[in-house]
T-cell receptor, first 113, second 116 residues
Framework: GENVEQHPSTLSVQEGDSAVIKCTYS??????FPWYKQELGKRPQLIID?????GEKKDQRIAVTLNKTAKHFSLHITETQPEDSAVYFC????????????FGTGTLLAVQP | GAVVSQHPSRVICKSGTSVKIECRSL??????MFWYRQFPKQSLMLMAT?????????EQGVEKDKFLINHASLTLSTLTVTSAHPEDSSFYIC????????????FGEGSRLTVL
């Protein structure tokens, strides 16, 4: 079925430490994997995405890795800052041509100053 | 980047009434839009895929007669919550893709519905 699992559900780190969030997906045909950041009461904002033809992508302090064989992908945030505190969602497409995005359960990241 | 606008941002209504939420793609055409629902401290749950000029495709467990979706133009999709009940209170968010195939999903601002 259409399933995206995300761990952990909550993550607390000290400012400057790294944070890692992991997701697994069920559809081997999925080929696009975005990560969203959502602040309270706001819309989700895309922070990074990766396509299935690469294994890693980096954008400053944020990186995403993809293991298609194992069907999992991870978000890595280095040198965390208090403003990184938010809920993070992974997502994966299902449904062939429509490519509807199914979201993971979310991770509440708290960066302690 | 592409802009998706959603209106109203907040709405309060009485039980039994209907509420319409609009989702517009402002600078691109969207043949497909998606409607999500988000309860407090939970994830975004896909409700339906809105297809321009045809019927929406609803996810399992979503009542199509309760959540009416209309996608009459390439820039506008509407979600009508009919005969609203307190359990329908939620954050409803629309989204759309700019361009075909797999691509970035752009979200509206969301609409917080409170049913009294």
């Amino acid at each position: 079925g259409e399933n995206v699992e995300q761990h952990p559900s909550t993550l607390s780190v000290q400012e400057g430490d790294s944070a890692v969030i992991k997701c697994t997906y069920s559809d081997s045909a999925s080929n696009y994997f975005p990560w969203y950041k959502q602040e309270l009461g706001k819309r989700p904002q895309l922070i990074i995405d990766i396509r299935s033809n690469v294994g890693e992508k980096k954008d400053q302090r944020i990186a995403v890795t993809l293991n298609k064989t194992a069907k999992h992908f991870s978000l890595h945030i280095t040198e965390t800052q208090p403003e990184d505190s938010a809920v993070y969602f992974c997502a994966a497409p299902f449904g062939g041509a429509t490519n509807k995005l199914i979201f993971g359960t979310g991770t509440l990241l708290a960066v302690q100053p | 980047g592409a802009v998706v606008s959603q209106h109203p941002s907040r709405v309060i209504c009485k039980s039994g009434t209907s509420v319409k939420i609009e989702c517009r793609s402002l600078d691109f055409q969207a043949t497909t839009m998606f409607w999500y629902r988000q309860f407090p401290k939970q994830s975004l749950m896909l409700m339906a895929t809105s297809n321009e000029g045809s019927k929406a495709t609803y996810e399992q467990g979503v009542e199509k007669d309760k959540f009416l979706i209309n996608h009459a133009s390439l820039t506008l999709s509407t979600l009508t919550v009919t005969s609203a009940h307190p359990e329908d209170s939620s954050f409803y968010i629309c989204s759309a893709k700019a361009g075909g195939g797999t691509g970035e999903l752009f979200f509206g601002e969301g609409s917080r519905l409170t049913v009294l």
